[in-house]
C-alpha cells in the first residue's frame, strides 16, 4: 500500500539561481528603485528591524508590513499577506542563490488558495522576471492598461 502524502499547507520555499552577488541580489529586494524594476510600482523600505514598508503595484494594489529581520546581503525578512517572507541570499561561484520561505500562511480552505497558492504562484512569476531583468534587460510585467483591466496577467 502507497505511503499517504501530506501536503503542508502552512509554507512554502522558492529557490533559484541568479547571475550576480548576494550584495546586487540583497539590494534588488531591498532597495525601492530597484524593487520597481522587477517587481513593483513604487515602494518605501525601511531597511532596519521594526521599519515598516510599503509595497505598490500598477492595478493599484498595497502591501504595507514590517521589517522583522535584516543581515546585509545575506537575510531581508518581513511580514507579507498575514504571513511571514524569508529572503536569504548566498554565493556560488559566479552566482548568488535567492532563497524565499512564505511561511506561518493561516490554516483555512480559503488560505489555501488565497494566500498559499497565490502568493506562490505570484513570487515564481516574480523570480522569473527578476531572473530576465538581471539577464536580460526584459521586464516581463505587463503595464497595459486594458490587458490589466481584464485581470488576467501578471503586473
Not at 525601511?46 to 522583522?68: D, H, N, P
Not at 511580514?79 to 542563490?97: H, L, N, P, Q, Y
Amino acid at each position: 500500500m502507497a505511503k499517504k502524502f501530506k501536503y503542508d499547507w502552512s509554507q512554502f520555499t522558492l529557490q533559484a539561481a541568479f547571475k550576480g552577488s548576494p550584495e546586487k541580489l540583497f539590494k534588488m529586494w531591498t532597495e525601492p528603485k530597484l524593487l520597481c524594476k522587477w517587481f513593483l510600482t513604487g515602494a518605501k523600505v525601511e531597511l532596519k528591524k521594526g521599519g515598516e514598508y510599503v509595497f505598490m503595484w500598477v492595478i493599484g494594489a498595497k502591501e504595507r508590513g514590517k521589517v522583522l529581520a535584516v543581515r546585509k546581503n545575506s537575510l531581508f525578512r518581513f511580514t507579507f499577506a498575514g504571513c511571514i517572507c524569508e529572503v536569504k541570499f548566498r554565493k556560488s561561484g559566479k552566482d548568488c542563490i535567492v532563497n524565499l520561505k512564505q511561511y506561518r500562511i493561516p490554516s483555512g480552505e480559503r488560505f489555501k488558495i488565497g494566500t498559499h497558492m497565490s502568493c506562490q504562484i505570484g513570487w515564481t512569476f516574480f523570480f522569473a522576471n527578476l531572473k530576465s531583468v538581471i539577464e536580460t534587460g526584459k521586464d516581463l510585467r505587463e503595464f497595459n492598461p486594458k490587458h490589466l483591466r481584464e485581470g488576467t496577467v501578471f503586473y
